[in-house]
């Protein structure tokens, strides 16, 4: 075969395949990639995302705390972190383990005493809130007294709540998935979902992690890399 009939023979098969593509568009966009659908969260999922915003306030707290202990009055954070804490943890997130979780384990035998720790800690905790948003009024951090028992208060409320999500998160929240099906899991979900709109309003957990980071800026503990170890 002659170089100027190879060359031609190379260019009708690729005019072949060519006209192919522009004939089944529709096949072509069918085996394009697709971007994958946003998954769903679920229940326990929901509570546990919810309880990295308790984790981010406690940084807030340890580092309102050190600041305390060293003589400064970051009032404004503390109280602006305290009122994350009972709107969204206390008068949302807890509420929906108190309605939901609490009973339905109670009820199977499950974790008995478990939820019983974790219901009293609910209370102890609300306590505490309210300590810490009496405290931390301006006028109430003139002295080293009354920073270093702010402080002691903001320390109580992170060393019990470190392990009572941890528990959660290890112990209950497996417990409490095992006693539903799948259907069954998938619409408490939606339950949840409605619970928030209505408890938080639009904002819900998105707004709560907004704010976090707006006190995590306000203390500058917002960058992630200042914790690696050096």
Same mark, same amino acid.
């Given at each position: 075969?002659?170089?100027?009939?190879?060359?031609?023979?190379? +260019?009708?098969?690729?005019?072949?395949?060519?006209?192919?593509?522009?004939?089944?568009?529709?096949?072509? +966009?069918?085996?394009?990639?697709?971007?994958?659908?946003?998954?769903?969260?679920?229940?326990?999922?929901?509570?546990? #995302?919810?309880?990295?915003?308790? *984790?981010? !306030?406690?940084? !807030?707290?340890?580092?309102?705390? #050190?600041?305390?202990?060293?003589?400064?009055?970051?009032?404004?954070?503390?109280?602006?972190?305290?009122?994350?804490?009972?709107? $969204?943890?206390?008068?949302?997130?807890?509420?929906?383990?108190?309605?939901? !979780?609490?009973?339905?384990?109670?009820?199977?035998?499950?974790?008995?005493?478990?939820?019983?720790?974790?219901?009293?800690?609910? %209370?102890?905790? #609300?306590? !505490?809130?309210?300590?810490?948003?009496?405290?931390?009024?301006?006028?109430?951090?003139?002295?080293?007294?009354?920073?270093?028992?702010?402080?002691? *208060?903001?320390?109580?409320?992170? #060393?019990?709540?470190?392990? %009572?999500?941890?528990?959660?998160?290890?112990?209950?929240?497996?417990? $409490?998935?095992?006693?539903?099906?799948?259907?069954?899991?998938?619409?408490?979900?939606?339950? $949840?979902?409605?619970?928030?709109?209505? +408890? +938080?309003?639009?904002?819900?957990?998105?707004?709560?992690?907004?704010?976090?980071?707006?006190?995590?800026?306000?203390?500058?503990?917002?960058?992630?890399?200042? $914790?690696?170890? *050096?």
């Amino acid at each position: 075969m002659s170089s100027s009939e190879s060359r031609r023979n190379f +260019l009708v098969a690729a005019a072949s395949a060519g006209t192919a593509v522009l004939l089944h568009p529709a096949q072509a +966009l069918a085996d394009a990639p697709k971007a994958a659908a946003p998954a769903d969260v679920n229940a326990t999922e929901d509570l546990m #995302r919810e309880h990295g915003v308790l *984790r981010r !306030v406690l940084l !807030v707290y340890s580092e309102a705390e #050190r600041r305390l202990l060293a003589g400064e009055s970051p009032a404004q954070s503390i109280a602006a972190a305290a009122h994350i804490v009972e709107r $969204f943890i206390e008068g949302y997130h807890e509420k929906l383990e108190e309605l939901f !979780v609490f009973p339905k384990l109670t009820q199977a035998g499950k974790q008995v005493e478990l939820v019983q720790v974790l219901t009293a800690q609910h %209370h102890a905790g #609300r306590k !505490v809130t309210a300590e810490i948003l009496a405290m931390s009024q301006p006028a109430s951090l003139a002295s080293a007294a009354q920073r270093q028992a702010l402080a002691a *208060r903001l320390q109580l409320f992170s #060393r019990m709540y470190q392990p %009572h999500a941890a528990r959660e998160d290890t112990d209950l929240f497996p417990a $409490f998935h095992d006693l539903f099906t799948e259907k069954e899991f998938d619409a408490l979900g939606d339950q $949840f979902e409605e619970q928030e709109h209505k +408890l +938080l309003g639009s904002g819900g957990f998105e707004g709560a992690v907004k704010e976090v980071a707006q006190l995590e800026s306000a203390l500058g503990i917002h960058d992630l890399a200042q $914790f690696t170890p *050096r």
